[in-house]
């Protein structure tokens, strides 16, 4: 038990700070909202009532980045109360898995709260398999004539989940963000993903970053070994267009 009075100044201190972080998490610049969710992470009971508070409200709308970061920091918190509130209110995370080929997504998501990137990188590719159909999936590779048969509900979930439990760093749409920014100059891209460097392709597994130090946009990696054709289908899809 503490020996820290509810009235002594620690404890007024503690309690200003956990009101100051839980504030910032309302912030408009992700960056400073991931500062504070991370830093409420490390204030004990305190911090992890202001990270639940902030989540109940942060679901009841579209999932966003700082949601799920939030969601991940409770996710590996040893907190009773942490636990007992994801069990209850949202045991298998916060993005809604909406699929119109009746794809499960499931997996893709748990991998992906646990920054799991690898593996997660390889669910993802199975999953445009699922979407391709039967002979990708014996294949275990999809042709770029089969992107466009993709539902945008689809691509737009898994899109989602890389970027929101990724800090905004990973996904399709990201990568499309950076190739437009680059006048869809493809040996740009490459380098600036870090698939390529000069004329040599990044090896595949053991060159490529899996966590979230990673340039912006370098995962997922999808299907990158099968050259700019699949990847100009993926990122022109009209999933990416209003």
């Given at each position: ?11 007024i ?8 972080l ?8 992700l960056?400073?909202?991931l ?35 939030t969601y ?21 995370g ?43 999936i ?23 989940l ?10 399709f749409?990201?990568q ?29 597994p ?30 022109s ?6």
């Amino acid at each position: 038990m503490s020996n820290v009075s509810a009235d002594s100044p620690t404890a007024i201190s503690l309690d200003s700070k956990t009101s100051e972080l839980a504030e910032q998490l309302l912030s408009k610049t992700l960056k400073r909202q991931l500062s504070a969710a991370t830093e409420l992470a490390s204030m004990g009971e305190p911090g992890v009532t202001a990270l639940i508070n902030f989540l109940k409200q942060a679901t009841k709308g579209e999932p966003t980045v700082a949601a799920g970061k939030t969601y991940q920091l409770l996710s590996t918190s040893d907190s009773v109360a942490a636990q007992t509130f994801l069990a209850e209110a949202c045991p298998n995370g916060i993005v809604p898995l909406s699929s119109n080929s009746s794809v499960d997504y499931q997996p893709l998501q748990r991998l992906l709260i646990a920054q799991e990137f690898e593996e997660a990188d390889r669910v993802t590719l199975q999953k445009l398999c699922e979407l391709a159909g039967p002979a990708a999936i014996q294949r275990k590779w999809v042709y770029f004539t089969e992107v466009d048969s993709f539902p945008n509900q689809d691509l737009l979930t898994i899109d989602q989940l890389w970027r929101v439990y990724s800090e905004d760093r990973f996904g399709f749409s990201k990568q499309r963000e950076l190739w437009l920014g680059l006048n869809q100059n493809w040996d740009r891209l490459w380098e600036k993903l870090e698939w390529k460097s000069g004329n040599i392709w990044t090896r595949y597994p053991g060159e490529f970053v899996w966590d979230l130090s990673a340039p912006v946009g370098h995962l997922p990696l999808s299907n990158q070994l099968r050259g700019v054709r699949m990847m100009e289908f993926l990122l022109s899809h009209p999933a990416w267009t209003p």
